[in-house]
């Protein structure tokens, strides 16, 4: 078993679930964050009254499921990612799980 976290802006949502059920990770949850490209525009929004939202609205999904399910979703984002018109590419990452209850 390992952590698989993938970040996407929420624009592909929708997407990004279909993959998600396409390799078989019917077990994962999800999170909204704030997007960040550069650290200017984050000191830029810790001001008292920021003119506009800090972040690009983002999420976050993780899921702790088996290599398998893992290698085929990888390949779906990496071809997903492939024909992205924008410079926001869905992002992924895999940690081992030493212990777990």
Not at 18 to 29: C, D, G, T, Y
Not at 56 to 77: A, G, H, P, R
Request: charged fraction near 25%; proline fraction near 3%.
């Amino acid at each position: 078993m390992k952590l698989l976290i993938v970040t996407t802006v929420s624009e592909f949502q929708q997407d990004i679930l279909k993959l998600f059920k396409k390799a078989n990770i019917e077990a994962f949850s999800s999170s909204e964050i704030d997007g960040y490209k550069n650290t200017n525009s984050l000191i830029a929004t810790q001001s008292w009254f920021p003119g506009h939202k800090g972040g690009n609205e983002s999420l976050m999904f993780f899921s702790f499921t088996d290599e398998v399910k893992i290698d085929e979703i990888l390949e779906y984002l990496k071809e997903y990612n492939i024909h992205l018109e924008t410079n926001n590419p869905v992002r992924a990452i895999v940690l081992p799980i030493e212990k777990s209850i």
